[in-house]
């Protein structure tokens, strides 16, 4: 293993020279240090020595290093004073934030009629349940009569319910009852006020039906205001649900629902032009079951290492390192950073570089795909986004390493970035989502399974980190940041489109928790 470790690694930062002279500006002259020669000394041990610290960290915090918890505040700590030392202008930057976390496996059961215990989703979150306590559930144990809310049985051949969207829905209902909704048309949060608000003891909240919307829900809340117990299941089980006339409902739900504080770090080099900045990002914190090694500890290594690197070198334009937290409580801390900025400050920003899960053990190399050349999904990024996805190809190319596209989905940390018109680009590995035979052939590793058989659990652990992906993706990381540190035409217009132009985020029924 070693071996395997020591030969990526000396590859894949021995390419940083190879590649910066041709797609990168030229050394600087005279004095100034040789930044290909720098970059060649970043490498995948040094990210390994900052891996098994933050499994320490979690180690001695429960297991976890999630925001809200003193796990994330040490990594936090760990970060800010590695880069101090390092030189860098650090900003601790504290933000209030709606902590969530489940105690206890969520429990649900049909006392009568026909007795019926439904299969709870585990505290890792795999494998999925019949049923799953909503993020933002208030905590009870409760038993009540349940009541059908405006259901669509059978739906309609497109979205159409509004179950539970109007306080007129409930006129009549018992205090105590339980309510029966089906997802459409307005946020699970709306559903479960109504619910309480007309005196339901507990809320049931099933898919609507169509394809595509028969899974089960694990939606979101999106705020701490609601105090009865809140879960979603499949549309089977809802459908299933709704059929059994007086139904007699047990529904327990053991819950931390509560506004914390958590932050970001951010960190300023010295050098460069302060009016054009380079910003790279990872998210620092972990989820609640497990230390978050691999998601997302790799990525927040790996841009660590390469700042404690570059932080004496006298560069072009000025970069900057950030550490978000809450990340998985849907981008929080990213959207505040951004929402904070003045119109001034962000212009400053000349491009968002985010590494979010770069050594998954069952690993395919992708680069977010900038110019939609894929065309899946979410269309291209701000202009110069291509840009930045033909660098990282580069970079694969002369390495002679096969690399994919992967789409700008959203569910990471260059979300807002993208929505305020900054040129965006990075790396993944991939989490839950399953290798394909031909990704099989082109990265080795096991068609048919998770990028990530540990994400999001427990076992996401020093021992889930693939060191060949790291090493790879370490080399590409500081050959970025060498290359847009120095170079005098960076991707994109010179000015951006007004605020009020740039793409509007699409609008949905509810909110679905994030998965990567």
Known sequence: ????????????????????????????????????????????????????????IADANGGTRASGTPGFDASADYVAGKLRKAGYKVTVQPFDFAYFEELSVAAMN???????????TPLSGTPIGEFDAMTYSGSGDVTGTLYNIDLVLPPSPTPSSTSGCDASDFAGFPAGGIALMQRGTCDFLVKARNAQEAGAAGAVIFNEGQPGRTATLQGTLGEPTITIPVVGTSFAVGEEMAGVPGSVIHLKTDTIS??????????????????????????LDSVLPGPGINDNGSGSAGILEV???????????????????????????????????????LAKIKLYLNFDMIASPNYAL????GDDSDVTGAPAGPDGSAEIEKLFEKYFDVLRQPHIGTDFSGRSDYGPFIAVGVPAGGLFTGAE???????????????????????????DTIANINDKALALNTGAIATAAVVYAYSGNLPGPDTRPALSTLRAQPATDGHVSPRR
């Not at 500006?25 to 995948?44: E, N, R, T, V, Y």
């Not at 992708?366 to 795909?369: E, H, K, N, V, W």
Request: hydrophobic share 40%; proline share 7%; glycine share 8%.
């Open 433 to 459: 989502g399953i290798k394909t035979a031909a990704e099989a052939a082109k990265f080795g590793g096991t068609a048919g399974q998770p990028y990530d058989g540990c994400y999001h659990q427990a076992c």
């Open 1 to 56: 293993m070693r071996r395997t470790t020591r030969r990526w690694s000396v590859m894949a930062t021995a390419t940083v020279a190879l590649v910066l002279p041709l797609i990168g500006p030229a050394a600087p002259a005279g004095a100034d240090p040789d930044p290909a020669a720098l970059a060649k000394s970043i490498s995948a041990p040094g990210v390994k020595q900052h891996l098994r610290k933050l499994q320490q």
């Open 258 to 283: 509560e506004i914390r504080q958590t932050s970001n770090v951010i960190a300023d080099s010295r050098w460069g032009d302060a009016n054009k900045v380079v910003q790279l990002g990872a998210h």
């Open 307 to 345: 700042a404690l690197k570059l932080g004496a070198l006298p560069t072009r334009n000025k970069l900057r390192f950030s550490f978000w937290g809450a990340e998985e409580l849907n981008l929080l801390g990213s959207e505040h950073y951004v929402a904070t900025l003045t119109p001034a400050d």
């Open 366 to 369: 992708m680069i977010y795909d």
């Open 110 to 120: 049909r006392v009568s009629p026909s007795p019926r215990v439904f299969v709870p």
